[in-house]
T-cell receptor
Framework: DGGITQSPKYLFRKEGQNVTLSCEQN?????MYWYRQDPGQGLRLIYY???????QKGDIAEGYSVSREKKESFPLTVTSAQKNPTAFYLC?????????????FGQGTRLTVV | QKEVEQDPGPLSVPEGAIVSLNCTYS??????FMWYRQYSRKGPELLMY????GNKEDGRFTAQVDKSSKYISLFIRDSQPSDSATYLC?????????????FGRGTSLIVHP
């Protein structure tokens, strides 16, 4: 089945640690996105990538980093510089092969700082 | 003012009711409009996708877009308890060759038996 796989589902991070969230898609989509979701705030864009080896900052990129070495993969690293990393992280992808497109989401990773 | 405004609710209705969910937006460049359903602790699931103004129907769901008023709606007919979820509107336009979705905050819907 085609889809987007995020792992792990739950992640615990100690203060001062970097952690990496995985996102893999087999939909052959060009564009991939990372969003952060906090209660009552909707989805906020962290980073996005339209093509391999290229990515752009979103609205809340500080304290995060990404890479796009393969079309299928778009991992997100939450660094120790991110002051309040506890949140639900969502990865999405879209095709960009027609006049506009719709984004499909993974099942999310819930990150908690302990 | 946020680009996309959506009342967070909660909206509580009896089973069988017609539900109306709405979003307003400020950016007239938006061309593509989406509705997602999100169950607790899950990723959003795409329900409806509409280009420009007009109506689109899919089973019990109808999406409406009124670009002149910058207003979109999702109607759910014969609502069921399984429809209880958060509904997110999203919209996008071409910007530098990309179509990055901008989301509303989501409306929490509760359908009680």
């Amino acid at each position: 089945d085609g889809g987007i796989t995020q792992s792990p589902k739950y992640l615990f991070r100690k203060e001062g640690q970097n952690v990496t969230l995985s996102c893999e898609q087999n939909l052959n989509h060009d564009a991939m996105y990372w969003y952060r979701q906090d209660p009552g705030q909707g989805l906020r864009l962290i980073y996005y990538s339209q093509i391999v080896n290229d990515f752009q900052k979103g609205d809340i990129a500080e304290g995060y980093s990404v890479s796009r070495e393969k079309k299928e993969s778009f991992p997100l690293t939450v660094t120790s510089a991110q002051k309040n990393p506890t949140a639900f992280y969502l990865c999405a992808s879209s095709s960009r092969d027609r006049d506009g497109d719709e984004a499909f989401f993974g099942q999310g990773t819930r990150l908690t700082v302990v | 003012q946020k680009e996309v405004e959506q009342d967070p609710g909660p909206l509580s209705v009896p089973e069988g009711a017609i539900v109306s969910l709405n979003c307003t937006y400020s950016n007239s460049a938006f061309q593509y409009f989406m509705w997602y359903r999100q169950y607790s602790r899950k990723g959003p699931e795409l329900l409806m996708y509409t280009y420009s103004s007009g109506n689109k129907e899919d089973g019990r769901f109808t999406a409406q877009v009124d670009k002149s008023s910058k207003y979109i709606s999702l109607f759910i007919r014969d609502s069921q308890p399984s429809d209880s979820a958060t509904y997110l509107c999203a919209m996008s336009h071409a910007s530098g060759g990309s179509y990055i979705p901008t989301f509303g905050r989501g409306t929490s819907l509760i359908v009680h038996p």
